[in-house]
């Protein structure tokens, strides 16, 4: 517990500490711990990022959205969103699970056989393991047990990445590139505060819109946080990143509607 995380630790790679951050799909990053990567990025820590899937079964949320180029389907403009987003928060590399976007529950995307949602839980943690071992970071951040909002992928996520934070240092664990086990020191879940959320649906609901959530579903009780980290000198760069993935901006949502001072 603590106003930050304690990451004074040595790394084989230029002793420099090492932050691992897992997501389910491309601008995921950005709204969920966009502040986080730009805060220790900017600190001199060695940022990195690994997806589950590349975001196949997304669409375009945006009406005036342009794409770069003629012809590009969802998942190569995604791709190139990303890697705009990820060079505004200075992370070093991204790194992929290779499995399919299951889609939002109940939909036919969930029984793509490549789904993740559907993907087997030891074949998963393997690859995950695999690159832990590679990287080699000292703290891991991915979703909660509810995944934040339900979503199948960012639930899946949750549970592979606690399988494979404790397989990664077990010497009796193997890989099929032979690496040496490595045992992160801590596996962190994103929070959305309760009563922050509630105060925010209100708000919204106030000015007879609709909020478009569920803060029961997305609030984390304040009890339940164990560190808090303070990224308001880099809201305007997680805004920049987040403005990177203009396909899945849709104008109607709540980042785009909220105003400043509540976004703040």
């Not at 899937?53 to 190139?80: C, H, K, M, W, Y």
């Amino acid at each position: 517990a603590g106003n930050s995380i304690n990451m004074n630790l040595s790394n084989t790679k230029n002793n420099q500490p090492s932050l691992l951050v897992v997501h389910a799909h491309p601008d995921d990053e950005s709204i969920s711990t966009g502040g986080v990567l730009a805060k220790y990025s900017a600190e001199g820590f060695r940022t990195v990022l690994t997806y589950c899937t590349r975001g196949e079964a997304g669409d375009i949320l945006n009406p005036d959205f342009v794409s770069p180029e003629p012809g590009l389907n969802i998942t190569q403009i995604r791709a190139i969103e990303l890697e705009k987003a990820v060079n505004v928060l200075d992370v070093e590399s991204v790194h992929y699970l290779g499995y399919r976007d299951s889609g939002m529950a109940g939909t036919p995307e969930n029984n793509h056989p490549q789904a993740f949602a559907r993907a087997d839980k030891q074949e998963a943690t393997a690859r995950l393991v695999a690159i832990i071992r590679r990287i080699r970071p000292h703290v891991i951040v991915t979703y909660n047990e509810k995944g934040t909002y339900l979503h199948p992928d960012h639930i899946m996520a949750n549970r592979i990445t606690l399988l494979a934070f404790k397989a990664s240092g077990d010497c009796d664990y193997d890989t099929v590139e032979g690496l040496a086990p490595w045992q992160p020191s801590r596996l962190f879940y994103t929070a959305i505060p309760l009563d922050r959320i509630r105060r925010l649906y209100r708000l919204i609901a106030e000015q007879d819109e609709d909020p478009g959530f569920d803060p029961e579903v997305l609030g984390t009780p304040e009890d339940n946080i164990t560190a808090v980290i303070d990224v308001r000198k880099f809201l305007t760069r997680k805004l920049e990143a987040l403005n990177c993935h203009q396909s899945q901006m849709n104008p109607n949502g709540i980042f785009r509607r909220m105003p400043e001072e509540m976004r703040a």
